[in-house]
Structures are given as structure tokens and as C-alpha cells.
């Protein structure tokens, strides 16, 4: 009985590693497909098979296809029948939306966030959001993207509300694809980034509804210049250009 007893333990403990490992492996999946469809690698509207993405990605297709789902439901993959997955496609009803939601929550929390942030901390992480990129260095435009967010996130630490921060990470992650699709290398964008410089004043002075004007400012000029860099470029779906072209973001 005892024997027996020990056999059943390591099976379900042998069992229980492989589960643990292959959610392990298919987190890991989940984080390489991620950042290859927010830095456009994986393009915007375009059709990608099981097969291919493990022979690219080299996971196996079970933890792929874990991943893939919960990609899915982040509405960044589209399963089609018999074909695989189209990639989310980058629309002007998803950036309006987007920058909507962003003027919502952004703004106060910066209001808030006046004498309260480490304005230290701030000036560190924007050095690096001043950077000018060459196009094609893929790994720069990553290292812009990903301090941008960080400094806004910043922002939103200091008021405390957790939900708060997760739910402006994702929003800033989906303007992520806006930028790496072209912005970072509009001129605008570089303009944009040095409101920076004027919000971290703001908000070293304690001034928490100039630091909100600021931030609602900075917020609108993005939507403006990610709107006009969409306009310019081919893979829009599902939107009438027209009328959302000529929409204001908090409309």
C-alpha cells in the first residue's frame, strides 16, 4: 500500500511540474508574441498560421496556442476558420477610443499626482524619452516606447490606485503599436515628448490643474499626430475615415 502510495505521489508531482512548466513556457509565449505584435513585427492585419509562428517563435504548439488565446481575448489576434490568426489591425475608431479612455483617467491622476511624484525619478526616465531613434533600429524605438510608458506610469503611481495604473498601462501599451507603425520617427513625435519637460514642472511646483491642463494637452496632441500618421499609411479596417477624421478625441 505504502509502495503504492509513492508511486501515485511522484506521478502527480511529475505531473504537476509538466503543467507547471509548460504554463511557464506558455507565459513566456504569450510575452514574445505580445511584444512582437505592439512593436508591428508582427503587422498590423496580417495573417499568421500555428505552424509559422512556432517555427518563428520556437514554442511548442500547445503553450502557442495557450498564449494565443489569451491573446485573443485581448482582441490583438482574430482566429479565422481554416486560415489561423489575423493581427489586430490598427483602426481610427481603436485610436480614438483609446486616446478617449486616456483623457478620462490621465489627466486627474496627474492633477493628483502634483507635489506628490518623484520628480527625480521623472527626470531620470525622460532623458531617455528624448532620444532621437534611426529608423530601423528597432531596439531603440522599443527603448523610446517602453520609457514613455514608464513616465506616465510614474505619474500614475503616485496617486496609489492600482487598478488605476493597469488600466493605463494597457491603454499607453495600445498606443505603443500607433508609434512603433510610424510616429517615432514623425518629427511631431519628438515635439510631443518635450511637453514632458513643462508637465514635470508642473508638478514640482505642487500646480495640480496646470499639471492636468498639461496632461490633457499632450494627450490631445498625440491623438492628432497618431491620427494623421494612420491617415497616411495603408491597413486601416473597419472605420469611416471621413467622419473620424474629423472627429475631436473627447467627442
Known sequence: MAKAQREMTKKRDAAGGAAAALERQSDQAFDK????????????????????????????????????????????MQPLHRRGYRIAPITLRDIKDTFGLRLLVEPPTAGAAAGVVDISRLNRINEKCLVAVRPGDRDAEAALTCANREFHLVIAEASGNRRLCSLLEQLI????????????????????????????????????????????AHIERGYHIAMDAILNRSGLADVNIGRFAREPVSG
Open 33 to 76: 508574441l505580445y511584444e512582437a505584435i505592439t512593436r508591428c513585427e508582427l503587422a498590423p492585419d496580417s495573417i499568421v498560421s500555428e505552424p509559422q509562428l512556432e517555427q518563428d517563435f520556437k514554442f511548442s504548439r500547445v503553450a502557442l496556442r495557450m498564449a494565443i488565446d489569451r491573446l485573443v481575448q485581448k482582441q490583438l
Open 173 to 216: 501599451r495600445d498606443v505603443d503599436r500607433v508609434y512603433h507603425f510610424g510616429l517615432v520617427h514623425d518629427v511631431r513625435f519628438a515635439e510631443m515628448q518635450s511637453d514632458h519637460v513643462d508637465l514635470i514642472a508642473a508638478l514640482a511646483r505642487g500646480d495640480g490643474a496646470q499639471a492636468e491642463a498639461m496632461s490633457r
